[in-house]
């Protein structure tokens, strides 16, 4: 599969973006999705994903209440709603797909992804 992000910019804090992740290919709908992020000079970290159904996600405890991943497996796409944004969530952001059985912590590890979107930045004025 191949992943397209769409949907980073601006925002002051507070406020509110949504990341689309388009895929191509076939079996979009068997992928488990994520999104992680890079901020300069960290390394990347998990932020939510959710699993070929829709049925389970999971968050990084830092977006928990602000952030919701979704996914319409018609469109191919995966979306990332990122509310009352702050200046820490400037960051780039990437979407992957795994096609992996995972569950819980799982999801939390870059090595269970094997396919890697192209990054979108977001960045987050105070």
């Known amino acids: 599969v191949q992943l397209q992000a769409f949907g980073g910019g601006s925002a002051q804090a507070g406020g509110s973006l949504r990341l689309s992740c388009v895929g191509s290919?076939?079996?979009?709908?068997?992928?488990?999705m994520s999104w992680f992020r890079q901020a300069p000079g960290k390394e990347r970290e998990f932020v939510g994903g959710?699993?070929?159904?829709?049925?389970?996600?999971y968050y990084a405890d830092s977006v928990k209440g602000r952030f919701t991943i979704s996914r319409d497996n018609d469109r191919k796409t995966t979306y990332l709603q990122m509310n009352s944004l702050q200046p820490e969530d400037t960051a780039v952001y990437y979407c992957?797909?795994?096609?992996?059985?995972?569950?819980?912590?799982?999801?939390?590890?870059?090595?269970?992804?094997?396919?890697w979107g192209q990054g979108t930045q977001v960045t987050v004025s105070s």
């Open positions: 959710i699993s070929w159904s829709g049925g389970s996600t």
């Open positions: 290919g076939r079996f979009f709908s068997g992928y488990a």
């Open positions: 992957a797909a795994s096609l992996r059985l995972m569950s819980g912590s799982h999801y939390f590890r870059e090595t269970e992804y094997p396919f």
